[in-house]
């Protein structure tokens, strides 16, 4: 099947292979080779941003993974924060 693409290069960068390669019904590395032969990077899912105000009082009260848990986020960046704000972990 041929895929005409200028009904989708537009798209390439703004979601995942994936996402794309099923909307065009062709396999992922077919995206990727498409979009890299435009110079396109692939797309990143933004990052969460946390709002420390309400969690850095935490830091240091409870594990990293736990805290980690109720933000919904990485347990490394629960450390990393607390190391950050030199504060010692729980014990």
């Known amino acids: 099947m041929k895929i005409d693409w200028s009904k989708y290069d537009k798209y390439m960068g703004t979601c995942t292979d994936a996402e794309l390669a099923d909307e065009v019904d ?5 995206i990727g080779v ?3 032969s435009l110079g396109i990077k692939s797309y990143n899912k933004p990052s969460q941003v946390i709002d ?3 969690y850095d009082h935490l830091l240091g009260t409870m594990s990293d993974m736990k805290l980690s848990k109720l933000i919904k986020c990485f ?3 629960v450390s990393n ?5 030199d504060i010692s972990r729980y014990k």
Do not use: V
């Not at 924060?81 to 704000?85: A, E, F, I, Q, V």
């Open 26 to 30: 062709t396999s992922r590395e077919h």
């Open 34 to 36: 498409r979009r890299r």
């Open 75 to 77: 347990h490394i960046t």
């Open 52 to 54: 420390w105000d309400k």
């Open 81 to 85: 924060r607390r190391n950050k704000l």
